[in-house]
């Protein structure tokens, strides 16, 4: 009797889950192909189309410049943040296995940290450095991501610790029996081991960082430019989402192309979450 209730709720659980997730899907993807179905605009257009002022008509909704800055933080911030996880990583599996206990919850800390106080931080300290070095307003590329990879560094730290861990003792100790140095070993065995992981923790990062709206809004400038270079004013889509939102009319051209936005996000995270599936299968089938 009772496993016939864990079934019954198991399976309405797991069916509440599939409704709510075809109903996201739904929404914002017929509120997002109103664009190109009511407004008449071209996809193509949208696409690579760098004016963006939906108030003036159809011929002004390009949404490269946010598509681009968007990919810019995210790649730059992945990239940056990935040499300090691994390092972090290595240095708390391999080296410091008795401080592993206090580093690792210190690091996962930083992933509770509200999005604002990252914003804040960067307004207030980021952005005025750079201005100061660099020159300009301050806002931009280089602001975005120095933010972002503060915060996606957490993320990439602890999957990155979690995929050392899961490599077996014996692929080491089968490594140095056979005359490999300390350094060979964590080079040519566990971090080749835990590629797959590592991957998937890069991916996530970048996933966390694509998706990111209030930090990145208050130091990237919000202004709809294709970025000239790293410390000029531009805009994500997550940015001019959060800004322009709740100043448009539900079923207007400039309230559509926002949601077209929304879409194309969507369509991100669903990548994201692909290949993150693809690289843990290809893992696997390595094992």
């Given at each position: 009797m009772q496993d016939k209730r864990g079934h019954f709720w198991c399976y309405l659980s797991l069916t509440l889950i599939i409704l709510l997730v075809a109903s996201i899907l739904y929404f914002i993807t017929s509120k997002g192909i109103a664009t190109f179905v009511q407004d008449k605009v071209n996809i193509g257009d949208f696409l690579t189309g760098k004016d963006w002022d939906?108030?003036?008509?159809?011929?002004?909704?390009?949404?490269?410049?946010?598509?681009?800055?968007?990919?810019?933080?995210t790649v730059l911030s992945a990239l940056t943040a990935t040499p300090f996880a691994l390092a972090i990583g290595l240095f708390t599996t391999q080296y410091a296995k008795?401080?592993?206990?206090?580093?690792?919850?210190?690091i996962e800390l930083l992933v509770g940290i509200?999005?604002?106080?990252?914003?804040?931080?960067?307004?207030?300290?980021?952005?005025?450095?750079i201005r100061k070095v660099f020159g300009g307003t301050g806002f931009g590329i280089l602001s975005g991501t120095i933010v972002l990879f503060v915060m996606v560094l957490p993320t990439i730290t602890s999957l990155t610790i979690d995929s050392l861990k899961a490599v077996p003792l014996h692929y080491r100790q089968a490594s140095l029996a056979l005359g490999a140095t300390r350094w060979q070993t964590i080079y040519k065995v566990i971090l080749r081991a835990s590629a797959p992981g590592i991957f998937t923790a890069v991916i996530f990062g970048m996933a966390r960082a694509f998706g990111e709206a209030l930090a990145v809004q208050m130091v990237i400038g919000n202004a709809c430019l294709i970025p000239k270079s790293l410390v000029t004013p531009t805009a994500t889509l997550t940015s001019q989402l959060t800004s322009q939102m709740g100043n448009t009319v539900m079923g207007t051209l400039s309230n559509n192309a926002l949601w077209s936005l929304a879409l194309i996000l969507l369509f991100m995270s669903l990548f994201f979450n692909l290949l993150v599936r693809l690289i843990a299968k290809r893992?696997?089938?390595?094992?």
């Open positions: 939906p108030a003036a008509g159809a011929r002004k909704v390009g949404a490269l410049p946010m598509i681009t800055t968007s990919f810019a933080v008795n401080g592993a206990r206090f580093l690792q919850p210190v509200p999005s604002v106080v990252y914003g804040y931080v960067g307004l207030t300290v980021i952005v005025p450095f893992g696997e089938m390595k094992k």
